[in-house]
């Protein structure tokens, strides 16, 4: 008999699509994430409750998915506002909080962010330093990082941002895509985050968000599934929650509030965290760039 559970929250688009009818099968299982594959080759995600909202995702009221006997393969449909994961679950999706990835606005005045990326670059370069904690910067947008290959592109990637060439960083950005190893590997989270603060409404760098779209569009065949489906989300301005939360903080808030921020994302996966925090800074390195050209040229 199927375990009957609540969703708690999920993606706005996500939901929309389960309420209205989906069959899939399911990809991958893990403690704390199912991985649903659909017809047309995208996936989402069922997460356990200890995990934030996330593009493509829905959150159900379960600590683990251990021992819920959920197998790759199974059938998965949606019907009647009850998910069916094989005979294992039952979600119940009416009554989930909806959820947006919405991105918080490029700061009019960037000394508050400027006076965070220093904090930030401090509190790493006080961490017991590991392959992710090489590829966040000191002075410049990636300083060191896991692979030589993945300093040499990161660091080519910064330069062609802050120079406009938006050729250049397509090239540079293709070539790190898949670049590492693991389900996520570490130039896709480094681009992850990188795509996130070319996103930001109002931002100088506004004109190169289309890269994202282009650097994905090439993708397929170079990258892992999951990691792929994080890319094209993040392409298209769509982040977890709790990259939202330190994008905002690194703009606005009090020190203390973004230093716990970073933690938060620092603690994704084993080395994500720090290339997503990688990403993100070079971001916003490309971002602070083009502003003070803008307001030296006027």
Not at 5 to 33: M, P, Y
Not at 149 to 165: I, S
Not at 241 to 248: D, E, F, V
Not at 260 to 277: E, Y
């Amino acid at each position: 008999m199927a375990l009957a559970v609540r969703a708690l929250s999920g993606d706005v688009a996500c939901l929309a699509t389960l309420r209205s009818g989906l069959r899939g099968r399911v990809h991958s299982v893990f403690a704390r994430v199912v991985n649903v594959i659909v017809p047309d080759g995208t996936l989402f995600t069922l997460a356990s409750r200890e995990l934030d909202d996330a593009p493509d995702t829905l959150v159900v009221d379960l600590r683990t998915f251990d021992g819920r006997a959920v197998a790759v393969g199974e059938t998965v449909a949606a019907r009647d506002g009850v998910l069916a994961v094989g005979r294992s679950l039952a979600i119940r999706v009416d009554g989930a909080r909806p959820w947006a990835p919405l991105l918080p606005w490029y700061p009019a005045q960037d000394a508050p962010l400027r006076r965070n990326l220093d904090a930030l670059r401090a509190h790493v370069a006080g961490l017991d330093r590991s392959p992710a904690d090489d590829a966040l910067p000191q002075s410049s947008a990636v300083a060191s990082a896991a692979t030589a290959r993945l300093a040499q592109h990161a660091t080519a990637l910064g330069r062609a941002l802050e120079l406009a060439d938006f050729g250049t960083a397509q090239v540079q950005g293709e070539a790190l895509v898949g670049l590492g190893q693991g389900l996520t590997p570490s130039g896709d989270d480094v681009l992850l985050g990188l795509f996130a603060v070319l996103h930001l409404p109002g931002g100088p760098c506004e004109p190169l968000r289309d890269l994202g779209r282009r650097i994905v569009a090439r993708a397929a065949r170079r990258t892992h599934a999951i990691s792929l489906c994080a890319l094209r989300a993040a392409a298209e301005g769509r982040v977890r929650a709790r990259i939202i939360a330190l994008l905002s903080a690194l703009i606005a808030g009090e020190r203390e509030a973004m230093l716990a921020a970073l933690r938060a994302v620092l603690a994704i996966g084993s080395t994500s965290g720090g290339d997503i925090v990688a990403g993100i800074v070079l971001g916003f390195e490309a971002q602070l760039h083009h502003a003070w050209v803008l307001r030296s040229a006027a």
